[in-house]
């Protein structure tokens, strides 16, 4: 599976901005689609992930209610929507794949990463 994340800008604070992550090659009709961020200097961390066949979603509480997660299956490509953005969204935001299918938070778990799309966010 390769996957091709893509949409990162900069933008100002309160902005909007859509990500994208194309997935290639091998696909699982179960698998979980996961978007990650890591700020400089911090760890990589959380933000949503969608399952594929059963559209079930997952949000870090710090995004809940300003980004939205979908996914289109017939383009095999998953979508962040961010809304409300802050400067403290600024990242490099992944995507991942989770073959197993599962709607889980830990980074560890997941098989396949792309290879981020830099946000920044300006105040």
């Known amino acids: 599976v390769q996957l091709q994340a893509s949409g990162g800008g900069l933008v100002q604070a309160g902005g909007s901005l859509r990500l994208s992550c194309a997935a290639s090659?091998?696909?699982?009709?179960?698998?979980?689609l996961g978007w990650f961020r890591q700020a400089p200097g911090k760890e990589r961390e959380f933000v949503a992930a969608?399952?594929?066949?059963?559209?079930?979603?997952y949000y870090a509480d710090s995004v809940k209610g300003r980004f939205t997660i979908s996914r289109d299956n017939a383009k095999n490509t998953v979508y962040l929507q961010m809304n409300s953005l802050k400067p403290e969204d600024t990242a490099v935001y992944y995507c991942?794949?989770?073959?197993?299918?599962?709607?889980?938070?830990?980074?560890?778990?997941?098989?396949?990463w792309g290879q981020g799309t830099l946000v920044t966010v300006s105040s």
């Open positions: 991942a794949a989770d073959v197993r299918g599962y709607l889980r938070r830990d980074p560890q778990v997941y098989d396949y």
């Open positions: 090659g091998r696909t699982f009709s179960s698998h979980t």
């Open positions: 969608i399952t594929w066949s059963g559209g079930l979603t």
